[in-house]
Structure formats: C-alpha cells, structure tokens
C-alpha cells in the first residue's frame, strides 16, 4: 500500500513523459507527495547547516558546488539504512516506501524505464552561489569504479514555496542550449533515464534562493536489494567489500 506518494502524480509522469532528441526519456509532475505528507516532509528536512559543501572543477564535465547530507547508496551501504537512524522517522518510512516493489513498479511503467532497486537516495541543498555545470553522471560515464550504475535519476523538491530559479536543467549536445528546466522547487518530482547525452545541471542560485532536494536514483539488478535498517548489512554487504576494492584499485592505480 502507497501511503506517502501520491498516486495520481505518478500516474500523471506517463502521460508527460518526454523523448529527447537523442532517445532518453525525462519527465516532470508536480505534488509527487500527498500534501500533508509534505508539510510533515519540509518541516522535518535535515538541518541543512550540518550538510557538508562539495566543491569540485571538474565532475563528469562540469564544475559543481552544493551541499550533501545524509546518503544511501546501494553500492556501499547494500540495502542497509542504519547509518541513517538519526532521520525522523517520516523519512525512513518514505525511503523504504522509495525502495518497495509496489513503488518502484509503478515508477518503471510510469516513466519507462526499467529498474528494480533503489540506487541512492540522498539529501542535498543549494543557496546563493551554488550551482552544477552541464555533466553526465558517473553511472554513464566509462571507466566509473562504482559498483552499482543507476539507470534512472531522479530530483524531489522540498522547498516550502512554489516557483523558484534555479531548477535542474536538460541540455543539448552544445551544453548551452536548454531543452528542458524545472520551474516549481515544491513537492515536485524530475527524473531522467542515464544516458550518454543526458547532460544535465542547474544554473548559479541567486543570493536569497535556494533549493533543497533529495537526489533518488533506481538500478536494475540481478537480484533486487532490498532495503532495511539493519546493523549486520551496514557491516557485511558483500557489495560494501567490491566497493572497497575498486576504490582502492583506483586510489593505488592497480
């Protein structure tokens, strides 16, 4: 049973679905939460003053500057939430509602694209002089060391006004020309599949902007993993070990 999402957005994603030029497919709804599921989701937001800033020249093609929080990803963490205990618990049921068959499958046929775990999900905010340059992510860039590659990306929006400024971007091939952007930042949902044309970004926040957003992502695997708040998991996913592996055949050039 869906008890956070609202089902009607979901449904609504399949009729505004978008075929880009290039083949991948890239959507936007507004009120992905049911509306007092939201109230209850922006008043209990992490402390974005605890998020810690990552500023890097050169990430996937572009220069990026934003602030992370809290983050889960499949391919370290292997299905286990625990390192995220501290979050009200609102947001773990919505993570492990993100991580359900039910939703996912409804997500899959929605956009068209085909997954069945959750990749990441992870909290991230953005005030005056952030912004993320035209990139393609890791999970299509070649040679990423990582373990687990998302098939589709997905942006939610917790401002708690509607509008906004700064709002992810589609670009073309020029990384210049907007094919599509986000203009509403409250509880609202965008995704795009992975593809080695979905550059993508969002312009300089103005001073007394900003955006705060969780960043969710779905893979396809072999097997689904599936997700928990288990302490032996956070220790023995045997994914967590490959992950440790290929990061130090990287560091170590081996």
């Known amino acids: 049973m869906i008890n956070y999402y609202n089902l009607d957005a979901i449904a609504e994603l399949e009729n505004t679905r978008i075929i880009s030029p290039y083949g991948f497919k890239y959507g936007f709804v507004r009120s992905i939460f049911k509306e007092d599921v939201y109230k209850d989701l922006i008043k209990s937001f992490p402390d974005v003053t605890k ?3 990552t500023d890097k020249s050169d990430s996937g093609g572009g220069r990026k500057r934003f602030y992370v929080g809290l983050n889960y990803y499949s391919g370290e963490k292997w299905g286990s ?3 995220m205990k501290e979050l009200p618990q609102i947001w773990k049921d919505v993570i492990k509602e993100s991580s359900s068959e039910e ?3 409804l997500l899959s046929d929605a956009t068209g694209v085909n997954f069945n775990s959750l990749c990441n999900f992870g909290f991230t905010y953005g005030n005056g002089g952030c912004m993320q340059e035209p990139h393609i992510d890791g999970a299509i860039r070649p040679n990423d060391p990582s373990p687990i590659h998302a098939s589709v990306a997905c942006l939610m929006y917790f401002n708690e006004k509607s509008g906004g ?4 971007a589609i670009y073309d091939l020029d990384r210049e020309t907007i094919l599509f952007q986000v203009t509403d930042l409250r509880n609202s949902f965008f995704y795009f599949e992975q593809h080695p044309d979905s550059w993508h970004g969002f312009p300089t926040v103005p001073e ?3 955006r705060r957003l969780v960043s969710l992502s779905y893979s396809q695997e072999r097997r689904p993993i599936p997700v928990s708040e288990s302490l032996f ?11 440790f592996i290929r990061r ?3 560091k ?3």
């Open 208 to 210: 007394g902007h900003d």
């Open 233 to 243: 998991s956070h220790f023995f996913a045997p994914y967590r070990i490959k992950y």
């Open 165 to 168: 400024v700064a709002g992810t």
């Open 248 to 250: 130090a055949k990287r």
């Open 51 to 53: 998020f810690k800033l």
């Open 103 to 105: 939703l996912m499958n």
């Open 81 to 83: 939430i625990y390192h």
């Open 252 to 254: 170590f050039n081996l």
